[in-house]
């Protein structure tokens, strides 16, 4: 399904060399710039870190010490899984 415009403008650079987006439905956005000029900007949501719950952090930052002391599992092999066919 192909998406839907629902706004087109012309935009500048400022002197500072921003660009503003009229009437952005998002606080934070994803920024991607293709070799082709392309750009795409998508919508992001952050979460509060309060809102992480203490036993995550601590696994995260178990994970952490892991990975910096070397101790991590093998690759994951994501190839059969682009084989998927429609």
Known sequence: MALKVIKKYTTKLD???RMTIKGPGYEYYQ???FDDGNILL??????DAHEVS????NMMDK????????????????????????
Do not use: A, C, H, Q
């Open 15 to 17: 002197s500072k060399k």
């Open 31 to 33: 920024v991607n710039i």
């Open 63 to 86: 994970s952490i010490r892991n990975m910096k002391k070397g101790n991590v599992s093998k690759p994951v092999d994501f190839k059969k899984y682009l084989s998927v066919k429609d």
């Open 54 to 57: 203490v036993n995550t952090l």
């Open 42 to 47: 998508e919508p992001k949501v952050l979460v």
